[in-house]
């Protein structure tokens, strides 16, 4: 099948169908089209889309392993930078964790995830790999069966379906996999009740590092994509449309929060994407449902404050590839009724320290702002005990608690080798 290809309103088979061609539907993918295994990929967007869609860019050192272990690594080594300190840079003076000295002493790789999915692509479709781009998923049918049904819309809004005897669900939290659940499907989720701007400006990196600021005025964040591309992050109010912020303020907001003025100035650039990020965690209670398999985003949404999402994506895809095809060429089922278990020992590993990383990043903000709540003022004595703390003790607690994880971060050599064993471990 050709990339332009769509699906056609007629009936069509497949031992496995894969909705989406991200880090999970391309890594299972290609996996099991290594082993011989029939499956197809449906995907809503055109190729270009897929090709350019700027996501993470930090590679655990377990992802590079396994795409090392399956061919799949090719660009990335050829392309990626290693990558291993970071920068925080606070109220009470800055430093820096070289963390690939720390803990397991393992990198990232600095690679942009829409360069990985591309190579997974090329890949995929060299191998004689089945996709059809521009074919929604609208629903999972007769997952509780031994065959069931994906109902599809192509680009020109004719309907079709795939047969298969498992779906991989690959396509976010929005996708057809999340809505063709059971209605009792318990799911847990989190707001943080923080939003980033997220930039990507046509600037070189201004540090050596991974930088975490955090400020008064909120946290902002400055990470490398490429020796011509910066990710910046800023906090911003819940709610703030993409395109409220000017170039210059926000170029006057990364300065001052980054506080240039101390460190030497920021690179700035034309702003290439912008977007706002909301910080949310968000995990199924199980990744198995009948014939319906969950990988990537559509199993878990980590926030993105520790860079987990796609290097979830490629080990569940893995774990999964490895799952489908003990099943579908040996009929040994054992690891396909673990797989949910094994998933989610990672996964909630990666929320909790994501969680950990909002917790240290960001001060207590008030309502519609993004700046921090000052510390109260009065006399140096709390509540009665038994009585409710009052928002402004609260906020002061919190930010008391903050700083002292920062302090703990910045002299404790068990702290840092904890951090950096967390930060890339997955």
């Known amino acids: 099948m050709t990339e332009r290809q769509t699906g056609r ?72 930078k290693p990558h291993g300190t970071c920068e925080f840079r606070t109220e009470d003076g800055s430093f820096r964790l070289d963390y690939g000295a720390l803990g397991r002493r393992e990198l990232h790789t600095v690679y942009p995830q829409q360069d990985l999915v591309t190579d997974l692509l090329t890949h995929y479709l060299a191998a004689g790999g089945r996709i059809a781009f521009e074919t929604e998923a609208r629903a999972v049918e007769g997952i509780d069966g031994p065959a069931p049904t994906v109902t599809v819309r192509d680009a020109e809004g004719r309907p079709g379906r795939w047969r298969a005897r498992y779906v991989a669900g690959c396509d976010g939290r929005h996708g057809a996999a999340r809505r063709s659940l059971p209605p009792d499907t318990r799911r847990y989720h989190r707001d943080h009740g923080v939003s980033w701007l997220a930039l990507l400006a046509e600037a070189p990196p201004s540090m050596d590092a991974v930088g975490y600021a955090m400020h008064p005025e909120g946290f902002a964040g400055h990470m490398a994509r490429t020796a011509d591309v910066t990710r910046y992050y800023l906090q911003c109010p819940p709610g703030t449309p993409a395109d409220a912020w000017s170039e210059e303020r926000i170029r006057t907001a990364l300065d001052r929060r980054l506080r240039a003025d101390e460190h030497g100035p920021l690179h700035h650039g034309r702003i290439l994407h912008r977007s706002v990020v909301h910080l949310e965690s968000d995990v199924l209670d199980r990744l198995r449902y009948g014939s319906l398999l969950l990988a990537g985003d559509a199993a878990s949404l980590p926030a993105p404050a520790a860079a987990k999402g796609a290097n979830l994506a490629v080990l569940e895809a893995e774990l999964l590839a490895e799952a489908l095809i003990d099943e579908l060429q040996r009929g040994d089922a054992r690891a396909l009724d673990g797989y949910s278990a094994r998933c989610l020992t990672h996964i909630w590993r990666a929320q909790e320290f994501a969680h950990w990383m909002i917790q240290l990043l960001h001060s207590p903000v008030g309502p519609g702002s993004g700046a921090a709540v000052g510390p109260v003022v009065g006399p140096a004595v709390g509540p009665a005990v038994g009585a409710q703390a009052g928002p402004a003790e609260e906020s002061f607690f919190h930010e008391a608690m903050r700083r002292s994880r920062v302090e703990s971060l910045r002299t404790s050599r068990t702290h840092q080798d904890w951090f950096a064993e967390n930060y890339v471990g997955i």
Not at 15 to 40: E, F, H, K, Q, S
């Open 9 to 80: 309103t007629a009936q069509q088979t497949a031992d496995v169908v894969i909705l989406g061609a991200g880090p999970a539907g391309l890594t299972l993918g290609n996996l099991l089209r290594a082993a011989g295994i029939d499956c197809v990929v449906l995907e809503r967007a055109d190729p270009e889309h897929v090709r350019t869609r700027a996501r993470a860019g930090f590679l655990a050192a377990n992802t590079v392993r396994v795409l090392d272990r399956h061919g799949l690594a090719d660009g990335l080594h050829r392309h990626g």
